[in-house]
């Protein structure tokens, strides 16, 4: 079985500060685990991926996240948050070709 | 390269009548994935396939809905009779293979209005 859980459906930051959306994941086995973001009105696009081969993983848009096995968890953070960046970010994991994707959190960039 | 393409964008039907959703993958994708995404129930897998194949439907919601993929270029995903509850964004996706560390290229999505 697998799951991942968003903690935090809404989080609010201000423009230039850090981000940092967490995730943790259920798995029996090591997973992949993805996030992607979604602007409004637009379909999922993909921000980054594990694949097991570095536990520090770098994706678009100046984001990155960190597994970590012992915690079981795959936190996105930025370092200085950007306007555009306001939109709905999704977790998800994959152990089949299936993916299980979290609830979303959204993020809103103050000014 | 043409990323997922789905018609219409934008469905307004009447309950009791007929809506299906089309979806083409990107060239060379062998897997295809239906979701629907509401604010009540977030991002839900309806069904998925793999070489053209249906492997999981589990998330199908009831009988009305159906979903085929005749060719590896082309799948649909029908409503009948579709009912108000059905109003959602339906989203199409597509991955290169069907292994897990293969991530999902989604397209724009179907808006779906049932009154």
């Known amino acids: 079985a697998q799951s991942v859980t968003q903690l935090g459906s809404h989080v609010s930051v201000s423009e230039g500060a850090l981000v940092l959306l967490r995730c943790n994941y259920s798995?029996?086995?090591?997973?992949?685990l993805f996030w992607y973001v979604q602007y409004p009105n637009q379909g999922l696009q993909l921000l980054l991926k594990y694949t097991s081969a570095a536990t520090l993983v770098k994706g678009i848009n100046g984001f990155e996240a960190e597994f970590k096995k012992s915690e079981t968890s795959f936190h996105l953070t930025k370092p200085s948050a950007h306007m555009s960046d306001a939109a709905e970010y999704f977790c998800a994991v994959n152990l089949s070709g299936k993916s299980t994707f979290g609830d979303g959190t959204t993020l809103t960039v103050k000014p | 390269d043409a990323g997922v393409i789905q018609s219409p964008r934008h469905e307004v039907t009447e309950m009791g009548q007929e809506v299906t959703l089309r979806c083409k993958p990107i060239?060379?994708?062998?897997?295809l994935f239906w979701y629907r995404q509401t604010m009540m129930r977030g991002l839900e897998l309806l069904i998925y396939f793999n070489n053209n194949v249906p492997i999981d439907d589990s998330g199908m919601p009831e009988d009305r809905f159906s979903a085929k993929m005749p060719n590896a270029s082309f799948s649909t995903l029908k409503i009948q009779p579709s009912e108000p509850r059905d109003s959602a964004v339906y989203f199409c996706?597509?991955?290169?293979?069907?292994?897990?560390?293969?991530?999902?290229?989604f397209g724009p999505g179907t808006r779906l209005t049932v009154t």
């Open positions: 798995s029996s086995v090591p997973p992949y």
């Open positions: 996706a597509s991955s290169p293979r069907g292994k897990a560390s293969y991530e999902q290229y």
């Open positions: 060239s060379g994708h062998n897997s």
